[in-house]
């Protein structure tokens, strides 16, 4: 149990406000199994503030980032080059937004929840110091706990986080709304803006704020689409002068094109290049592996070219691929790569497997009641797409994942051993009972009854196969 006491002992008009979130907060930070009535997404993040991240909900905050210099590190994805000024933009925005009302302020980050910069005026600039909004600090959600900037980086959207909503008691007077920013590609954080008011709601809404920062957003998918036309025609010029299977992949690792010799490989547009993990030898989906160092290279050599040899389903042994950037000005943007010889040669690159990491000891859900429970994975036989919606097949019966996207659902559950079955299935490997054909379809059953059957999409059969050892 974690003894836990308010910051203050006054009650003003804004702790009153919030006296029924204070009273959920206390109680879920000395030891409730459920948050009770707060919004979603703060229930979400004090699970993983509590049961993930292990942040006591009494200490002060935030702490000054350890090493400054981690911020020009190519290998971190969240501070690779900010799309078109993007931060001088955000100032413009967040200094004028500051402007416009006192007891306010405005914090533009990285997108690692660094504070870059701040701006405000009246009693919320006074105490920003006290409360850590001051540049160098970092404000991401395992190390600040439950916050506007560190949320809102979490969740890739608009968030607001009111008073108790705070996992920190040290931020119980505060009131903010943060939005980020996204690659548009890779989905990686690039940099936040946040509101903040002292002792008072924020004076402006999420959809107000999300209104106000649209030429910044517009300017990231303006890049995005310059971007995606630069690939698409070098893809289209390399499949004019050469022969075999050709593919383009993003800098994310999903494959953006893909001509019919490496879709009979396996190259499917929009998917990840992730291998079957169940898979012995790695095919053309393994492509993805590359791409850190694809990324690395060409951005200290934009002429660079390098090879790599992967397993081929069609040939049945392995084939070289000659993996040539696609650059921007200097700036890597894509790849492609082809197993035609026409395309030169270049520098072998070595198909690494991909870093381990560890199974989610907990994966959160929706409760019968709307309330928020935590499953094992070893609890959860399937899950099902519905929409964005995914649905988990439980022991408990059926429940919501809070996770929306089957594609994120899926990443997330790849190393507990849950594999991509049909475009909308997934199965846990553990939970498979049998086996059986439905006419002309294969079908996996995990328990006894009816909703237990999961249909085999075609193109997954092979993968199945060899992950239940029946090649």
Same mark, same amino acid.
């Given at each position: 149990?974690?003894?836990?006491?308010?910051?203050?002992?006054?009650?003003?008009?804004?702790?009153?406000?919030?006296?029924?979130?204070?009273?959920?907060?206390?109680?879920?930070?000395?030891?409730?199994?459920?948050?009770?009535?707060?919004?979603?997404?703060?229930?979400?993040?004090?699970?993983?503030?509590?049961?993930?991240?292990?942040?006591?909900?009494?200490?002060?905050?935030?702490?000054?980032?350890?090493?400054?210099?981690?911020?020009?590190?190519?290998?971190?994805?969240?501070?690779?080059?900010?799309?078109?000024?993007?931060?001088?933009?955000?100032?413009?925005?967040?200094?004028?937004?500051?402007?416009?009302?006192?007891?306010?302020?405005?914090?533009?980050?990285?997108?690692?929840?660094?504070?870059?910069?701040?701006?405000?005026?009246?009693?919320?600039?006074?105490?920003?110091?006290?409360?850590?909004?001051?540049?160098?600090?970092?404000?991401?959600?395992?190390?600040?706990?439950?916050?506007?900037?560190?949320?809102?980086?979490?969740?890739?959207?608009?968030?607001?986080?009111?008073?108790?909503?705070?996992?920190?008691?040290?931020?119980?007077?505060?009131?903010?709304?943060?939005?980020?920013?996204?690659?548009?590609?890779?989905?990686?954080?690039?940099?936040?803006?946040?509101?903040?008011?002292?002792?008072?709601?924020?004076?402006?809404?999420?959809?107000?704020?999300?209104?106000?920062?649209?030429?910044?957003?517009?300017?990231?998918?303006?890049?995005?689409?310059?971007?995606?036309?630069?690939?698409?025609?070098?893809?289209?010029?390399?499949?004019?002068?050469?022969?075999?299977?050709?593919?383009?992949?993003?800098?994310?690792?999903?494959?953006?094109?893909?001509?019919?010799?490496?879709?009979?490989?396996?190259?499917?547009?929009?998917?990840?290049?992730?291998?079957?993990?169940?898979?012995?030898?790695?095919?053309?989906?393994?492509?993805?592996?590359?791409?850190?160092?694809?990324?690395?290279?060409?951005?200290?050599?934009?002429?660079?070219?390098?090879?790599?040899?992967?397993?081929?389903?069609?040939?049945?042994?392995?084939?070289?691929?000659?993996?040539?950037?696609?650059?921007?000005?200097?700036?890597?943007?894509?790849?492609?790569?082809?197993?035609?010889?026409?395309?030169?040669?270049?520098?072998?690159?070595?198909?690494?497997?991909?870093?381990?990491?560890?199974?989610?000891?907990?994966?959160?859900?929706?409760?019968?009641?709307?309330?928020?429970?935590?499953?094992?994975?070893?609890?959860?036989?399937?899950?099902?797409?519905?929409?964005?919606?995914?649905?988990?097949?439980?022991?408990?019966?059926?429940?919501?994942?809070?996770?929306?996207?089957?594609?994120?659902?899926?990443?997330?559950?790849?190393?507990? !051993?849950?594999?991509?079955?049909?475009?909308?299935?997934?199965?846990?490997?553990?939970?498979?009972?049998?086996?059986?054909?439905?006419?002309?379809?294969?079908?996996?059953?995990?328990?006894? !009854?009816?909703?237990?059957?999961?249909?085999?999409?075609?193109?997954?059969?092979?993968?199945?196969?060899?992950?239940?050892?029946?090649?």
């Amino acid at each position: 149990m974690i003894p836990v006491r308010g910051a203050s002992s006054s009650r003003s008009s804004f702790d009153r406000a919030f006296a029924r979130t204070h009273a959920a907060w206390e109680r879920f930070a000395a030891g409730a199994e459920h948050p009770g009535e707060v919004p979603l997404a703060i229930a979400m993040s004090w699970h993983r503030c509590r049961d993930v991240y292990r942040i006591d909900p009494t200490r002060a905050c935030p702490a000054p980032v350890e090493d400054p210099d981690d911020a020009d590190d190519p290998e971190d994805p969240s501070t690779r080059q900010v799309h078109g000024g993007l931060l001088a933009r955000l100032g413009a925005v967040g200094a004028a937004l500051a402007a416009t009302a006192g007891n306010r302020v405005a914090t533009v980050t990285d997108g690692r929840g660094t504070v870059l910069a701040v701006w405000g005026d009246g009693p919320a600039r006074r105490r920003a110091p006290d409360a850590g909004l001051d540049p160098a600090l970092a404000w991401s959600e395992p190390v600040t706990g439950t916050n506007g900037v560190g949320t809102s980086i979490v969740q890739r959207r608009v968030c607001s986080v009111r008073g108790p909503e705070h996992w920190s008691a040290a931020l119980h007077q505060w009131s903010c709304t943060g939005v980020a920013f996204c690659d548009p590609v890779t989905a990686s954080p690039l940099a936040t803006l946040t509101l903040s008011s002292w002792r008072e709601m924020v004076p402006i809404r999420p959809i107000d704020l999300l209104v106000a920062t649209e030429s910044v957003a517009a300017v990231l998918q303006g890049t995005a689409a310059r971007h995606g036309r630069r690939i698409a025609e070098a893809f289209a010029d390399l499949e004019r002068r050469t022969s075999g299977a050709l593919v383009a992949l993003d800098l994310g690792g999903r494959i953006v094109a893909a001509n019919p010799a490496a879709r009979r490989r396996g190259a499917v547009p929009g998917e990840y290049a992730t291998d079957d993990p169940a898979g012995p030898r790695r095919g053309i989906r393994s492509l993805g592996r590359v791409v850190p160092d694809v990324r690395e290279r060409a951005r200290d050599d934009p002429g660079w070219r390098g090879t790599v040899s992967l397993w081929s389903a069609v040939t049945d042994d392995d084939e070289t691929y000659r993996v040539i950037p696609v650059v921007a000005g200097s700036h890597p943007i894509a790849f492609l790569a082809c197993t035609d010889a026409r395309a030169g040669s270049g520098e072998p690159l070595e198909d690494r497997p991909p870093r381990t990491r560890r199974a989610p000891c907990r994966v959160p859900a929706v409760g019968a009641g709307g309330q928020i429970v935590v499953l094992r994975p070893q609890e959860i036989r399937s899950a099902r797409a519905d929409g964005h919606a995914v649905w988990f097949a439980t022991d408990h019966g059926p429940r919501r994942a809070t996770r929306r996207g089957i594609d994120r659902v899926e990443r997330d559950l790849a190393d507990a !051993g849950f594999l991509r079955v049909h475009r909308s299935h997934l199965v846990n490997l553990a939970r498979v009972r049998d086996v059986a054909r439905d006419r002309d379809r294969l079908v996996i059953s995990t328990g006894p !009854g009816d909703d237990d059957r999961v249909p085999v999409a075609r193109r997954f059969v092979p993968a199945v196969r060899r992950a239940l050892g029946l090649a």
